[in-house]
Structures are given as structure tokens and as C-alpha cells.
């Protein structure tokens, strides 16, 4: 049982890698549902952009807000950018930071997989999603470089949470209706007690 974007819940845990000591990094406000723009499509992000300081900041940017929330992986959509890329780091030690830029799923194994997923854009709840186990994902790396990957588990659940929300879409999009309901029940309560 893996929590999902919150899966470095204990913050003793969370050892961060040097460069997110940069004291010239801030956080990002990370919208939260029921925030209409989480339901955005992203657009391709230019290329053009990805060399620029103000791009190569937002990145570091969305690393530090990500590893501090604490979680796993940040799409653009959920900082309120809606262009398609995304950071993720599911490593044990916080370690093995990982840029997609216009991400492309090729493949999805036949094999599905359960991970109980959470969200920093729907915090305090948690849900079993089943998606493909392993995928091929093609992506540009934070240079520019095209790469390829293929990837099984907890980060193949990731990626395909983080391309969903550049899709517009949410986790709790998965769950049977009746799931869903009970989730976002929870969800209000739990908004209703932090007001
Ligand atoms: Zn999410």
C-alpha cells in the first residue's frame, strides 16, 4: 500500500537533495479542488521556452513545492501553468528528481496494478486507483533532450496520475461513483474542518 503524492508523509524521512537548498527558491500555491483550472487541458509546452531562466526556475520551483508538501509528483496544472510537463520523485531519499516536457504515453501493459493514491490538489484523501502496471513514456528531459522510458509500479502510477492532470483529470475520476461520492463527502468535511 503506497500513499501516492503524499507517499513521503513522515518528514523525517524526507532528505532533500542539495540544489533545494537554494534559498532563492520559493514555494508554489498548489490549486485544490474543487478549483475549476485542475480541470484544464494543458497545451504542448514550446520548446523554445525550456532554455529560459524563468522556465528552468518555475522547475525548481515545482521540485521544492513538491518535496516540501511532501510528495511524489507535481504536474504544471496543479501551480496554476497549464502547459504539459511535470516533476517527480519517488525515490526512498528524495533523490532522483525527473522532468517529463510534453510527456507521451506509447504502451500500457495488459497488467494492471493498485496503488491507493492521494493528491496535494484533493489532500486528506486517499483511494485505490488501478491503472496499467507498466508503460513506455516518451518525454523531453529540463534540457530539452528527448528520452524514453519504461517504467513499472509506483512510478508508472505516478506518471499516468501526473499526464492525467494535464489532462484535466483527476484520480478520484477513476473510482466508481459511489466511491467517488463517499470521497468527495470526506473531502467537504474535511474542507468545512480546515476553514
Ligand atoms: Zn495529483
Same mark, same amino acid.
Given at each position: 500500500?503506497?500513499?501516492?503524492?503524499?507517499?513521503?508523509?513522515?518528514?523525517?524521512?524526507?532528505?532533500?537533495?542539495?540544489?533545494?537548498?537554494?534559498?532563492?527558491?520559493?514555494?508554489?500555491?498548489?490549486?485544490?479542488?474543487?478549483?475549476?483550472?485542475?480541470?484544464?487541458?494543458?497545451?504542448?509546452?514550446?520548446?523554445?521556452?525550456?532554455?529560459?531562466?524563468?522556465?528552468?526556475?518555475?522547475?525548481?520551483?515545482?521540485?521544492?513545492?513538491?518535496?516540501?508538501?511532501?510528495?511524489?509528483?507535481?504536474?504544471?496544472? +496543479? @501551480?496554476?501553468?497549464? =502547459? /504539459?510537463?511535470?516533476?517527480?520523485? *519517488?525515490? $526512498?531519499?528524495? %533523490?532522483?528528481?525527473?522532468?517529463? !516536457?510534453?510527456?507521451?504515453?506509447?504502451?500500457?501493459?495488459?497488467?494492471?496494478?493498485?496503488?491507493?493514491?492521494?493528491?496535494?490538489?484533493?489532500?486528506?484523501?486517499?483511494?485505490?486507483?488501478?491503472?496499467?502496471?507498466?508503460? +513506455? @513514456?516518451?518525454?523531453? =528531459? /529540463?534540457?530539452?533532450?528527448?528520452? *524514453?522510458? $519504461?517504467?513499472? %509500479?509506483?512510478?508508472?502510477?505516478? !506518471?499516468?496520475?501526473?499526464?492525467?492532470?494535464?489532462?484535466?483529470?483527476?484520480?478520484?475520476?477513476?473510482?466508481?461513483?459511489?466511491?467517488?461520492?463517499?470521497?468527495?463527502?470526506?473531502?467537504?468535511?474535511?474542507?468545512?474542518?480546515?476553514?
Amino acid at each position: 500500500m503506497t500513499c501516492f503524492e503524499a507517499a513521503a508523509a513522515d518528514p523525517r524521512r524526507v532528505r532533500r537533495p542539495q540544489f533545494h537548498q537554494n534559498p532563492a527558491m520559493s514555494l508554489l500555491p498548489i490549486l485544490e479542488l474543487p478549483h475549476p483550472r485542475l480541470r484544464n487541458v494543458a497545451g504542448t509546452l514550446d520548446a523554445d521556452r525550456i532554455a529560459t531562466p524563468g522556465f528552468q526556475r518555475l522547475l525548481d520551483d515545482m521540485f521544492e513545492t513538491m518535496y516540501v508538501a511532501p510528495g511524489i509528483g507535481l504536474a504544471a496544472t +496543479q @501551480v496554476d501553468v497549464h =502547459d /504539459r510537463f511535470m516533476v517527480i520523485d *519517488v525515490s $526512498e531519499n528524495r %533523490d532522483q528528481p525527473l522532468v517529463f !516536457i510534453n510527456p507521451v504515453i506509447h504502451r500500457r501493459t495488459e497488467q494492471l496494478r493498485e496503488h491507493q493514491e492521494g493528491c496535494l490538489s484533493i489532500p486528506g484523501i486517499y483511494a485505490d486507483v488501478t491503472r496499467a502496471d507498466g508503460i +513506455q @513514456v516518451e518525454a523531453l =528531459d /529540463r534540457h530539452g533532450k528527448p528520452f *524514453v522510458l $519504461e517504467v513499472d %509500479d509506483l512510478l508508472a502510477t505516478c !506518471i499516468q496520475h501526473e499526464i492525467d492532470h494535464l489532462d484535466g483529470k483527476l484520480f478520484i475520476d477513476h473510482l466508481s461513483p459511489l466511491k467517488r461520492d463517499r470521497a468527495l463527502k470526506k473531502y467537504e468535511k474535511l474542507r468545512k474542518g480546515r476553514d
